[in-house]
């Protein structure tokens, strides 16, 4: 959004990932009071409230120090996106929430749209997100628990 709101040279093309985060943690769910969070992600902080109610407080930090502060417990949580979160395998999983929400959007240059490289790379996403949906497939590309695979509820949109 910000990109798009300070040049005027770019848009929002449309969603194309959908539910990539994940909230990890040890122990139980209903212990999680303090949650932690990227910065500038209030659209999730929303979202981890509404699912679950027992969160007194969401922390906002740098992503990277997200696994850090969870491994200390300096949070009894931590919400990431789903490449990260399969790197802690030891850790519990949920999904940020039951509803699906939109996680990333493609931003592109305007004046690249209709262009024939542009259609060729609309053709090749779509192609490639077609197989990604797949559970399977995804799983070749990231290794992931089985915890962490039934929580998971990404879904990769195609674009027009």
């Known amino acids: ?16 990932i ?9 122990g139980d769910m209903e212990n ?6 990227g910065q500038k992600r209030e659209h999730l902080h929303k979202l981890a409230k509404e699912s679950y109610r027992q969160v007194e407080e969401v922390v906002e930090m740098t992503p990277v120090s997200l ?6 417990e300096q949070i009894d949580g931590a919400v990431l996106d789903l490449t990260k979160a399969a790197l802690l395998q030891e850790f519990n999983f949920v999904p940020l929430s039951e509803n699906d929400y939109i996680s990333y959007s493609l931003v592109v240059r305007k ?4 262009t024939k490289v542009f ?26 628990t089985e915890e962490l ?7 990769f949109l195609s674009l027009e």
Do not use: C
């Open 1 to 16: 959004m910000h990109l798009v709101r300070a040049n005027d040279d770019f848009e929002i093309y449309g969603p194309v």
């Open 18 to 26: 959908m539910n990539a985060e994940i909230i990890v943690y040890k």
């Open 32 to 37: 999680i009071y303090r949650l932690g969070i």
């Open 67 to 72: 696994p850090y502060s969870l491994e200390r």
């Open 111 to 114: 004046d690249i749209i209709g």
């Open 119 to 144: 259609e060729d790379f609309l053709t090749v996403y779509n192609k490639t997100i077609e197989e990604l949906n797949q559970v399977g497939i995804l799983k070749e590309y990231i290794v992931m």
């Open 149 to 155: 695979l039934n929580n998971t509820k990404i879904k």
